[in-house]
């Protein structure tokens, strides 16, 4: 009987799999006439409107833009980069990455009390989030141009002895950057996120039939973000994983979070994000996983985990930085969900603080 029940399941979401494929076919069928009719008439790079941002100091995000254009190399310039850099020149620096499908607001509660205990807090948003300038095709979007983006600013600040704070896919963007120039870093703060292997790894201990089983749930959410692209409901998104009516949160913070996104030809960052989790051994961002666990398999430096306990995405995922960093310091957030910085953000900062003190 047991078998039966996970049969059934399985079976159900492989028709689901398979009838939302023939959809993204017939839109991939379609694709080239819609390009054909809109070629030229959509900018290749937008800029949010500044109005977008006008009253998110209400809700605790009243700190100064700064914008820096970068130099991708071969006479390219990158679009145009936002970042908050508080705090003291002078500090200590403490670099802090949003993931999916957040930006630098994702941090208002945790930028002040890291400020006013004397550390230099940067945030940058990554190019297609925040107020960051946006590519309006997902297309444009690799593993490679964010982890790009942070070297140059990195270089351009002239950050050293940084403190790197990580969640989501600011893990991965950053941990991948660790690797490359791991001299300018200090310590690791990592919080729900991964370096993950492929999903889809036929040649794992599990067998080819349970590794398939088991992906499937995260097949299907590739293929629905796949097929909605652009259009994906980043209010709902916000909703779900915010769940505002538990932690009493107002509207305008959900507004805040969906603020750069004023329609969905600015969504190309967030619709090309999670289809750039690794699903087979030769995906880009595998060599840039594989190397960072190396990395972080002979790291000598602090690092403090601090995962949450009802995270459906990444619970579970802390035991594998525990397993490469065994004198890391493991600090579970209770109560927290996936952006636990929105949630616990004065809890996380104290834990932070406290942890770079006894490092000291």
Request: glycine content about 8%.
């Amino acid at each position: 009987m047991g078998a039966k029940v996970g049969v059934v399941p399985s079976i159900c979401l492989c028709l689901l799999i398979i009838l939302i494929n023939v959809l993204e076919f017939i839109k991939q069928i379609l694709n080239p006439f819609y390009r054909l009719m809109t070629a030229g008439r959509v900018p290749t790079v937008l800029r949010t409107p500044d109005d977008r941002f006008k009253d998110l100091h209400k809700v605790g995000y009243a700190f100064k833009s700064n914008y820096i254009e970068l130099d991708g190399g071969c006479g390219i310039k990158l679009p145009r980069v936002h970042y908050l850099d508080e705090g003291p020149r002078d500090g200590k620096v403490i670099l802090c990455l949003h993931g999916e499908p957040a930006w630098s607001f994702l941090y208002r509660k945790m930028i002040p009390l890291l400020a006013s205990a004397g550390y230099r807090v940067v945030v940058p948003d990554f190019i297609g989030f925040g107020k960051s300038d946006k590519y309006s095709s997902a297309r444009n979007y690799t593993h490679e141009l964010h982890t790009l983006t942070l070297r140059l600013l990195i270089d351009q600040l002239n950050l050293k002895g940084i403190t790197l704070v990580c969640q989501d896919w600011g893990g991965l963007t950053g941990l991948s950057v660790v690797k490359d120039c791991p001299g300018v870093f200090s310590s690791l703060v990592i919080m729900n996120t991964g370096v993950p292997s492929p999903i889809l790894d036929l040649d794992g201990s599990a067998g080819a039939i349970e590794t398939v089983r088991s992906a499937l749930p995260f097949i299907l959410w590739r293929s629905v973000v796949k097929l909605l692209g652009t259009w994906l409901p980043l209010q709902r998104v916000f909703n779900s994983a915010l769940k505002p009516h538990l932690f009493n949160l107002p509207a305008a913070v959900v507004q805040g979070y969906v603020a750069p996104f004023p329609s969905a030809l600015y969504c190309g960052g967030t619709a090309a994000w999670p289809l750039l989790v690794p699903l087979f051994k030769d995906d880009p961002v595998c060599m840039h996983m594989w190397e960072a666990k190396n990395c972080l398999k002979t790291w000598k430096k602090p690092v403090l985990v601090m995962f949450s306990d009802s995270d459906p995405i990444t619970r579970g995922t802390e035991k594998l930085f525990l397993d490469l960093v065994p004198q890391a310091v493991n600090v579970v957030i209770k109560g927290a969900g996936h952006f636990l910085q929105e949630t616990h953000g004065e809890e996380l900062s104290t834990n932070i603080l406290k942890f770079l003190k006894s490092e000291m």
